[in-house]
């Protein structure tokens, strides 16, 4: 049954970089779009950590029903937009028509202004549901789509129960890649203890037969809410006999749970996480397939050459020229500390991005004229 709906309106900017700062910070510059409260999903992941914030709203679906205009007054504002994220705290295909119908009128937005965008999901029919109700999508440029996919189908009730089954979502990554969409998959978390070495294989060699191109993963991370969760989950399973296996994967004392630190991150330890992404990319790469680790590991465990995390080179950054047009800059993908095209004197003529961790809005909105007119743009723009 669909959770209560509510609708309310967003106060503060729609769009935010991630909050980490520049040590260790593995993500590049992006506008994140928080559709709902954080966690609002039907699908109810056990592993899911948005549904896990002390904040979340796991019991209703609180949707931002001013994000289309918001987005596009603050679109209006910048002068350098960098690629539009759907969404970290949702899944914003899920099968919730009030949730589709929000995404549709942003995407409408974002499609006005030619910005680039990207969205990750766990529903096997809403891309085609998506692309039939905006069919620009089929051309436009600047868009990928990620699928999330992080179980064998057995397990699957672990990790994310009421989601799109894994064979549909496989389904749907062959046929969106068949119509020569741009897609890429993720694994992750994979949660370790449960899922084995053929377990990723599997996962792995399913994809790379879909002509997906290139793969995120991450074992991620879990706090005592989501932990509870899992466990729950799986001891009521017929995998029960990997609790212990979870529990000491993810360094973890059950009786511990409920007293423990609700800031306390359950996370795989290093050697652990540099043998499994050392093994998986290496196995990724023998299918024709380019790797990345999401967060937990740095750009050097990543396939060699990928510009970003996310493999795929259609996330321009853009930046408005002296017309008020957005266009994109060549080969800037947003991932300044790792591939700015031209460091220490970037394209974007913001040299405060190169270390501006999260960004300020104040930054990406200051107008430079001379940049404006000198900047080198890709032909046709
Ligand atoms: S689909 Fe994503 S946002 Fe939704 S519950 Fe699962 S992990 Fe969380
Ligand atoms: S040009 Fe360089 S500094 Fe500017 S947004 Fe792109 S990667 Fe970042």
New binding site residues.
């Given amino acids: 049954m669909t959770p209560a709906i509510e609708f309310r309106n967003l106060q503060g900017s729609a769009l935010h970089d991630f909050p980490y700062p520049p040590k260790r910070r593995k993500c590049p510059h992006y506008a994140l779009v928080s559709i709902t409260e954080s966690?609002c999903?039907i699908?109810?992941?056990p592993?899911?950590y948005?549904?896990a914030y002390l904040w979340s709203a796991d019991d209703r679906l609180v949707l931002y029903q001013n994000l289309p205009e918001k987005i596009d007054r603050e679109l209006s504002q910048l002068q350098i937009a960098p690629p539009l994220y759907l969404s970290q705290?949702?899944?914003c295909l899920?099968p919730v028509s009030e949730i589709r119908e929000l995404t549709v009128k942003i995407i409408r937005v974002i499609l006005r202004h030619q910005v680039s965008f990207h969205l990750v999901t766990?529903s096997a029919d809403g891309p085609f549901e998506l692309i039939e109700r905006i069919p620009e999508l089929l051309t436009y440029p600047y868009w990928y789509l990620s699928m999330?996919i992080e179980a064998t189908p057995e397990k699957q009730e672990i990790t994310?129960t009421f989601?799109s089954p894994i064979e549909q979502r496989l389904w749907t990554l062959r046929k969106l890649c068949q119509m020569k969409m741009a897609i890429t998959a993720r694994t992750d978390p994979f949660l370790l203890g449960l899922m084995k070495a053929e377990d990723a294989l599997w996962l792995v060699q399913q994809i790379a037969k879909t002509g997906v191109k290139h793969i995120v993963s991450s074992t991620g991370y879990f706090n005592r809410i989501s932990m509870r969760r899992v466990l729950e989950v799986l001891e009521k399973s017929k995998w029960r006999e990997n609790v212990p296996q979870v529990l000491k994967a993810y360094r973890c004392n059950e009786e511990l749970l409920i007293s423990i630190d609700p800031k306390k991150r359950f996370t795989v330890d290093w050697q652990t996480k540099v043998r499994y992404h050392r093994w998986l990319r290496q196995k990724v790469e023998s299918l024709g397939m380019t790797y990345a680790v999401c967060q937990e590991l740095p750009k050097e465990f990543d396939s060699v050459g990928i510009r970003h995390c996310e493999g795929i080179e259609r996330n321009f950054v853009h930046f408005k020229d002296k017309d008020g047009v957005f266009c994109p800059i060549s080969d800037c993908f947003g991932d300044c500390l790792r591939s700015c095209p031209t460091s220490p004197k970037p394209p974007c003529g913001k040299k405060e991005l190169l270390y501006q961790y999260p960004y300020r809005l104040k930054t990406l909105k200051m107008f430079n004229k001379r940049r404006q007119e000198k900047l080198f743009l890709p032909s046709g723009c």
């Fill in positions: 966690g999903c699908h109810k992941c592993v899911c948005a549904r705290i949702t899944d899920q766990k999330t994310s989601a």
